[in-house]
């Protein structure tokens, strides 16, 4: 294959990123009243517990711990929502003592705390856009006393009787993840188009953690609408998902396949082999893994010679995930501190660029970011890379 084929896929979807650029980079500005949301939410849940509530407060990290009957499998997020209050310039931290500062008593905060139901619809009125986050946000940190004392788990608050309608429409049918599932669809297409043979052999694709199936919709219809003779792989560590998947996609689109894959896991236990996939994807999910070299490994070995790997992750700190996802013990479970954002599972874009490289890819481009310097702003960012 060309060499050159990573740079003629990006260019000829130049004119879709430069079109929408501006849009994107206002609804990633908009991101903040989310992340504004969630710390007011947050500091009403510790004003719950009496913490809070003026300036000049002083209590121990191990007091808080006590009072609310945190798990000790939750401390390590306990320290992360004080860094988040914290940021919002609410308390200031000094070893394991919290002491509150003078925006605690200021009049718009307090406002804003004593009707919070107001607070959110206005919110929504004008971000309409954010609904969903603004709704994950409230069940989550509503939960949050019962799920730090064990008496609910958070997947029984994330996915009630395993539904994903809380958490589906934060993957899609928003303006920013759209944004980015619509550019992955477009590169795996132009690919496919540029890389077509006369050989009767399928274009093999796979998607790791599909999760929701945000992404597997726009590539799915995608394909769909082509002529590429293609086989288009649903995969997910979770087999709620993979059923949920394959009801929902499998009688309009006989090219899929649908099937439970732990990217962690031997590849060979799941049916693969090496040197299989022409293209693997995978949206906001290689950062979950316990080892990121060990999962790039894996990615590399099922690829083909000269295969396409294209990563759609968040790339820079947020609260919104941390205040939501990081109530699951996946969120948590990396070894591999050096490699990702500090308090968080992610990776800057640097840090990916640099684990790709050193696990063998090549040609490896940055396709579009949004607002990596922006204080609050929503950051996600496409990177595309060839074995």
Sequence with gaps: MNKEIIKLIIDQNKEFINNHEEKIKKSGENFSRVEYFGRMLLLNFFKQFGFFNKAG?????GEIRKKITILPKFYKLLDVLLIALKNEGFIKITNDVVETLDKIEKKQVIDNINDLREF?????????????????LEVAIDNYKSIFNGEKTADEVLFPLFSIDLVKNIFTNNILSDYFNEIVSLLILTYIKENQTDSDEKVKILEIGSGTGGTTF??????????????????DISNVFVKKGKKLFSNDHSFMQFKQFDIEGSIEQYGFCENYFDVIFASNVIHSVKNIDDSLKNIHGLLKKNGILILNEVTKFQDFVNLTFGLMDKWWQFEDKEKRIENSPLLTIKSWMISLNDNNFKNIELVTSTHQDKKDSFSQSVIVCQK
Excluded: G
């Excluded at 407060?57 to 990290?61: A, L, M, Q, S, T």
């Excluded at 959110?120 to 994950?136: C, T, V």
């Excluded at 726009?218 to 995969?235: G, M, N």
């Design 57 to 61: 407060e002083r209590i121990k990290i």
């Design 120 to 136: 959110k619809n206005n919110l929504i009125k004008e971000y309409q856009d954010m609904k969903p986050h603004f709704d994950l």
């Design 218 to 235: 726009f590539v799915a219809k995608k394909l769909a609408q082509s002529s590429a003779d293609a086989e288009l792989f649903f995969t």
